[in-house]
C-alpha cells in the first residue's frame, strides 16, 4: 500500500526554520518524482517543489527560491524539504505527493499524503 506521511511542521517565528519530511512506504521512492505543494483556506493548492527521479530539483514560487531546499534520501525513503527565513506568508498546509512529472501541477500527482500546518508567526 503506497503511503506517504508529512511530518516536521509546527509554529515558528518570522525568520526561523522548518524542515519537512515526506517519509514513503510502499514503494520505492527513488524512481518516483516527489512533489511538495502548499494550500491556505480559500485558495488553491500551489505547487512548491519537485524533486525527479534523478534528483533533479525545480522550485516554482518566486519567494521560496534561495530559501527552500528540497532533497532526497533514498535510504531512508524520505524526501525533505528544508525552510529557512521563514515568512507568515508561508504559513499553509504543507503536502508531498508522488508524482509522473516534476510539475507544479496538480493533475501530474496521483498519491498524496494527509498534510502537516506550517504556521509562521511573531
Known amino acids: 500500500q503506497v503511503q506517504l506521511v508529512e511530518s516536521g511542521g509546527g509554529l515558528v517565528q518570522p525568520g526561523g526554520s522548518l524542515r519537512l519530511s515526506c517519509a514513503a512506504s510502499?514503494?520505492?521512492?527513488?524512481?518516483?518524482?516527489i512533489g511538495w505543494f502548499r494550500q491556505v483556506p480559500g485558495k488553491e493548492r500551489e505547487g512548491v517543489s519537485c524533486i525527479s527521479s534523478n534528483n533533479r530539483s525545480r522550485y516554482f514560487v518566486d519567494g521560496v527560491k534561495g530559501r527552500f531546499t528540497i532533497s532526497r534520501d533514498n535510504a531512508k525513503n524520505t524526501v525533505y524539504l528544508q525552510m529557512n527565513s521563514l515568512k507568515p506568508e508561508d504559513t499553509a498546509v504543507y503536502y508531498c505527493?508522488?508524482?509522473?512529472?516534476?510539475?507544479?501541477?496538480?493533475?501530474?500527482?496521483?498519491?498524496w499524503g494527509q498534510g502537516t500546518q506550517v504556521t509562521v508567526s511573531s
Open positions: 510502499g514503494f520505492t521512492l527513488d524512481n518516483y518524482v
Open positions: 505527493a508522488r508524482g509522473y512529472y516534476c510539475s507544479a501541477s496538480l493533475s501530474d500527482y496521483y498519491y
